[in-house]
């Protein structure tokens, strides 16, 4: 399938791609969400978390994805809540989820947590019961997951496609403008940087019958200066920048600062971001000769194996990152007064 790619600036995209049927739906949940929120004075993050697919076909059998758990969205937005945050949870669908998150893996697995007690005579039906040695972790994440449903403060939203979270993420930006630096935005969501326009996409499953199949996908167009610039004015705005090559991660997210002009970019390896992140903003200086602005990079580690060592539970590395853009967030919020 040879085609000529196209250059897609974010307006383009949105004048020659389709909306996902369920968006104006969930556009009024989100504004509903995020007024009753403003009314009552609290701060909402939108945590974006898990990989976006890439269809092939428009009737899609096949489809390109990554790797993207959602590990780093849902383990956040549990601490962003736990914070006194409201929290707009929107993940790739069956990713991981906020408090479910801890009994969805294959290593932790909800059933060999429930005992059956045997019943007490004939006519009375068995009883489930929690393992014992389970149930002090168990009450403390129902706990939370019931206290956060009675206050009202997660809201979800779900995407599978790319083409369905740049839609999200536009509409759920803009319904955030209204809060102004109350809102803010942080983007761990692996999106794809390549599509294949609905345009350009075979109606049916590509056939196998001839051969090779080459397929030239376009550029997902970079929609963070859109964001930044038009969308949510004020919004305090943290994207992510994941690299495999460590040397990497520093320029890139450098870059990153001074293209979109956002707040902060969070720098993390594939394979040590569970323990190791660099936070990367801009800072200015000032000296005899005036003002300069140059780059803040503050790393933050946790020591995985001492604390397992130790018997204490895995700690998590979001509860650091999450305290640390609270901490900036506030600050952000009182500078505007
Ligand atoms: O889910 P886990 O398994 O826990 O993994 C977490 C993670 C490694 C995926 C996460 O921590 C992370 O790094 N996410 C960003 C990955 C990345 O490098 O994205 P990027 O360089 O393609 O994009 C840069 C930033 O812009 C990201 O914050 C991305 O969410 C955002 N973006 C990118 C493209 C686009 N069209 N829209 C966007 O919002």
Same mark, same amino acid.
């Given at each position: ?21 369920t ?13 009753? #929120?403003?009314? =009552? *004075?609290?701060?909402?993050? $939108? ?36 914070? *006194?945050?409201?929290? +707009? ?12 998150? #801890? ?5 932790n697995?909800?059933?060999? !947590? ?23 972790? &168990? $009450? ?5 997951y ?5 206050? *009202? ?42 599509? $294949? ?6 109606? #049916? %499953? ?16 970079? +929609? &963070?200066?859109?964001?930044v ?13 994941? =690299? ?12 990153? &600062?001074e ?19 660099? !936070? ?30 130790a018997?204490?539970?895995?700690? =998590? ?9 609270? %901490? ?10």
């Open positions: 399938m040879h085609t000529e790619p196209t250059t897609f600036s974010a307006e383009s995209y949105f004048a020659t791609q389709p909306p996902p049927p968006l104006q739906d969930d556009v009024d949940q989100v504004r509903k969400f995020v007024e009753k #929120h403003a009314r =009552e *004075g609290r701060s909402v993050v $939108l945590v974006t978390s898990g990989g976006t697919t890439v269809p092939l076909e428009l009737n899609v059998v096949r489809f390109l994805d990554n790797f993207s758990a959602g590990t780093r969205g849902a383990t956040s937005a549990e601490y962003f809540l736990k914070a *006194g945050y409201a929290v +707009i949870f929107m993940h790739r669908q069956f990713s991981l989820q906020p408090y479910s998150r #801890h009994y969805s893996h294959s290593t697995p909800f059933l060999d !947590f429930l005992d059956i007690d045997p019943p007490e005579n004939e006519a009375v039906p068995p009883r489930i019961s929690v393992t014992p040695n389970k149930r002090t972790d &168990l $009450l403390q994440v129902l706990a939370a019931k206290k956060v449903h009675e206050l *009202g403060t997660l809201h979800s939203l779900t995407f599978v496609t790319v083409n369905d979270y740049l839609w999200l993420l536009r509409a759920v930006s803009q319904e955030m403008a209204i809060l102004k630096r109350k809102a803010m935005f942080y983007l761990a969501a692996a999106v794809s940087d390549f599509f $294949l326009p609905q345009q350009k996409m075979s109606e #049916h %499953k590509i056939q196998s019958g001839k051969g090779n199949l080459s397929i030239e996908m376009d550029q997902v167009p970079k +929609i &963070l200066k859109p964001l610039d038009e969308w949510t004015p004020g919004g305090y705005i943290i994207s992510f920048k994941l =690299e495999t090559d460590q040397n990497l991660l520093l320029p890139k997210a450098r870059q990153a &600062l293209r979109y002009g956002h707040q902060v970019v969070i720098g993390n390896d594939l394979h040590r971001r569970k323990f190791e992140v660099v !936070f990367v903003s801009k800072e200015r200086a000032k000296d005899g000769s005036g003002v300069s602005d140059s780059f803040a990079e503050d790393w933050l580690r946790i020591d995985l194996h001492n604390n397992v060592a018997g204490f539970a895995e700690k =998590e590395i979001e509860e650091d990152i999450v305290a640390e853009l609270v %901490k900036r967030h506030s600050n952000w919020i009182e500078n505007s007064r």
